[in-house]
Nanobody, 120 residues
Framework: VQLVESGGGLVQPGGSLRLSCAAS????????MSWHRQAPGKGRELVAR????????NYADSMKGRFTISRDNAKNTVYLQMNSLKAEDTAVYYC??????????????WGQGTQVTVSS
């Protein structure tokens, strides 16, 4: 199983970044996907979540209207478009997959994270 994040980097306040998470080794199209982040000295928090077919999304309040989660099941990839970035968005961003298999057995996978730094 692999979740490989990319697209992080240094951006100025007000700028944009698009993160990608390429998945392999599990049934991506049957998995709910999410992005989380962890800022220095803080706990990991949910950023956004998308259901397996992309039909539903939800966001943390502070990201609503600025971030957009999407997925392409043909490419086994989930994205996070981040606009109007603020210094407080600086964090390591992690991709997460949750797959409910037969007999309701739940598998959870994490990527290794990509650093996003918002600074002038």
């Amino acid at each position: 199983v692999q979740l490989v994040e990319s697209g992080g980097g240094l951006v100025q306040p007000g700028g944009s970044l698009r993160l990608s998470c390429a998945a392999s080794g599990f049934p991506f199209s049957r998995s709910d996907m999410s992005w989380h982040r962890q800022a220095p000295g803080k706990g990991r928090e949910l950023v956004a979540r998308i259901t397996s077919n992309g039909g539903r999304t939800n966001y943390a309040d502070s990201m609503k209207g600025r971030f957009t989660i999407s997925r392409d099941n043909a490419k086994n990839t989930v994205y996070l478009q981040m606009n109007s970035l603020k210094a407080e968005d600086t964090a390591v961003y992690y991709c997460n997959a949750v797959w409910t298999a037969a007999w309701d057995k739940v598998y959870t996978y994490w990527g290794q994270g990509t650093q996003v730094t918002v600074s002038s």
